[in-house]
């Protein structure tokens, strides 16, 4: 009998090499909830409807991380993939391959199952690692949870979360302990739903959803095991109908560009512009500063690396000078590359005051020029450029930066 969700293996090809496990999980058609454009009398659980985003959101991270695996660009290659998904007709036309590459139906035995042979093959050795993507339904019930609603979630069941989980449950019982005392060591989770408590859940004295797992002490948690939520505690998720949550969208960019500086990449004499989850959240802070207000990074270990660009990513460059008489007599701005001299001419950007040039990320020198004597060169030591630099960057003529 098939695995649930399974829709790659390399255990057998890879035998006791290390690898990736991943899961990935969408779910969009609620079976039990209304349509979007349903009017809905209920005001509690039951105001819940059906998304569309959640199931597209999961195929694209699927998909992202099977050509970064099929670029070799993945620290550890996949050894396994499992894919659920219930689509909603607007993501099957935004992507018609969700209409026959959707997985299994994420009903809750069935991520039951999936997400237990997950653990099951991350728990062969220490060196495996772990990757979870829930994009759906969430609501909290206390404290730092996330309660995650599968596909068969019915707010009209006898019991409340008899079909729902706690990611909670999955991050605890993740951890080492005397049953998968060898379990990897490395784990990546992204929790893509609300974490927000609606009010009719106030009503219940012990509302418990169900267990995935049971979770035993550990002797000691010495995982990387970092998690990016999608909205902060108490917060909501965002998305277009039909288009990617804000938040994969953001991941895809980060996990494609987040990174800020080359360096020597871990068990290879070749250098490289690595990725980990403190280089994603510094780039996409600096690339939106709401960031910080919508999403979450926690858990342990952040700067765990998972993937890399052999290339340096590509950096919008905003500048702006100060005062403004100088800013007007400015004949030449250029960036200079500390390391092999190429100049980048910066161009005024149309009606704003912000000067912009587009450069590969590492140490330029920024070079300034009056149209006339109306203010010296000025000429700035090396600095870094990259994505996780804010912008824009200051400068003062005729005096320091």
């Keep these: 009998m098939a695995e649930a969700g399974l829709i790659l293996d390399r255990r057998t090809e890879m035998g006791a090499a290390p690898g990736l496990h991943a899961i990935f999980i969408g779910i969009s058609d609620y079976a039990k909830l209304t349509h979007p454009e349903e009017d809905v009398a209920d005001e ?38 499992r894919f659920l998904t219930a689509p909603m007709p607007e993501e099957i036309q935004n992507e ?11 009903v809750f035995a069935t991520l039951r199952d999936a997400i ?45 979360l008899e079909n729902a989980f706690d990611f909670q449950n999955i991050f605890f019982g993740m951890a080492p302990n005397s049953k998968y005392p060898d379990i990897g060591r490395t784990q990546f989770y992204f929790v893509d739903a609300c974490r927000n408590k609606p009010d009719i859940l106030k009503e ?25 939520y999608a909205a902060t505690n108490g917060g909501h998720a965002a998305a277009i109908a039909g288009q990617c949550t804000e938040f ?61 660009r052999r290339d340096p ?36 950007g149309g009606a704003s005051r912000f000067w912009q040039v587009k450069v590969p990320s590492g140490l330029y020198r920024l070079s300034v020029e009056a149209e006339d004597d109306s203010f010296p060169k000025f000429q700035s030591m090396l600095e870094p450029i990259n994505l996780g630099r804010p912008m824009p960057w200051t400068v003062t003529l005729g005096g320091g930066t």
């Design 44 to 81: 509690g659980m039951g105001a819940l409807q059906k998304l569309r985003s959640p199931a597209l959101s999961a195929f694209r991270m699927k998909e992202q991380f099977l050509l970064l695996d099929q670029g070799n660009r993945l620290f550890k290659p996949l050894k396994t993939v």
């Design 96 to 106: 018609p391959r969700l209409a026959t590459d959707h997985g299994d139906l994420p």
């Design 248 to 308: 994969i969208d953001e991941m895809l960019w980060a996990l494609d560009s987040g990174s800020v500086s080359c360096q020597q990449l871990p068990g290879n004499a070749k250098s490289g512009w690595p990725i980990s989850f403190d280089t994603m959240k510094l780039c996409l802070n600096a690339r939106n500063l709401n960031a910080p207000k919508r999403f979450e990074f926690s858990g342990l270990g952040a700067e765990t690396l998972f993937t890399f």
């Design 313 to 348: 990513p590509e950096v919008d460059v905003q500048l702006s000078f100060v005062p403004d008489e100088a800013d007007q007599k400015i004949g030449c701005a250029k960036l200079v590359n500390g390391d092999t001299n190429t100049e980048c001419g910066a161009l005024r």
């Design 204 to 228: 219940f004295e012990d509302l418990r959803p169900s267990q995935i797992f049971d979770v035993r002490s550990p002797d000691r948690d010495d995982r990387k095991a970092p998690v990016a």
């Design 116 to 160: 237990r042979n997950w653990r099951r093959d991350i728990a062969v050795g220490q060196e495996e690692q772990g990757l979870f993507q829930f994009s759906g339904h969430g609501v909290r019930i206390m404290g730092n949870s996330a309660i995650l609603l599968a596909a068969d979630f019915d707010p009209a069941g006898e019991v409340l």
